[in-house]
């Protein structure tokens, strides 16, 4: 098993360009959450999914969209980035929402 | 809302040294509590997941404790190794179902000295 993987590693953008954060897992997990993790503050979580089609909001979704259109992958989308958006953005799966959590590597994304 | 405080924020200790890590939590209705080590540059590997219907989880040289009542949870590590040189996070996880969220603390920095 590969377990959670994460595309890309790095990014740059610039304000106000879109990108799409890749997350796959092939573990079948149905519960999968994309977390940010700034210095000083912790992970805090941004969105989370129970199953496919079915999406949630977590404590920072602003500037945030999300799908899950299959099990597999949960794709995390910036349509207009701003320089608070820099992170480190790591993506997790679970069987169900109360297991044990499993991490991907994380993308650093930088926006000036 | 949840907050999780870890205590201490940063330790260095020589190689061989029995520790704890401790982790304050303040909403107790938690389902369970996930301690993760992160390596500089890396992800979070999971280490113990602990029910909170459980007092105490082990794995190798590692042992969670958990006391939800006071909020609190510990991580034992015995005869500490360079290698396990890392940052400890503990992470509480809501009790509500339909939204059993992790919650993290900042961690805890450790250096294992050889």
């Known amino acids: 098993n590969a377990g959670v993987t994460q595309t890309p590693k790095f990014q740059v953008l610039k304000t106000g360009q879109s990108m799409t954060l890749q997350c796959a897992q092939d573990m079948n997990h149905e519960y999968m959450s994309w977390y940010r993790q700034d210095p000083g503050m912790g992970l805090r979580l941004i969105h989370y ?31 207009s980035a701003a320089p608070s958006q820099t992170s480190v953005y790591f993506c997790a799966s679970s069987y169900g929402e109360g297991n044990e959590q499993f991490f991907g590597p994380g993308t650093r994304l930088t926006v000036l | 809302k949840q907050e999780v405080t870890q205590i201490p924020a940063a330790l260095s200790v020589p190689e061989g040294e029995n520790l704890v890590l401790n982790c304050s939590f303040t909403d107790s209705a938690i389902y369970n509590l996930q301690w993760f080590r992160q390596d500089p540059g890396k992800g979070l590997t999971s280490l113990l997941l602990i029910q909170s219907s459980q007092r105490e989880q082990t794995s190798g040289r590692l042992n969670a404790s958990l006391d939800k009542s006071s909020g609190r949870s510990t991580l034992y590590i015995a005869a500490s190794q360079p290698g396990d040189s890392a940052t400890y996070l503990c992470a509480p996880r809501r009790a509500t179902a339909g939204r059993r969220a992790l919650t993290f603390g900042s961690g805890t920095r450790l250096q294992v000295q050889p």
């Open chain 1, 49 to 79: 999914s129970v199953g496919a089609g079915i999406t949630d909001q977590g404590e920072v979704p602003n500037g945030y969209n999300v799908s899950r259109s299959t099990t597999e992958d949960f794709p995390l989308r910036l349509l």
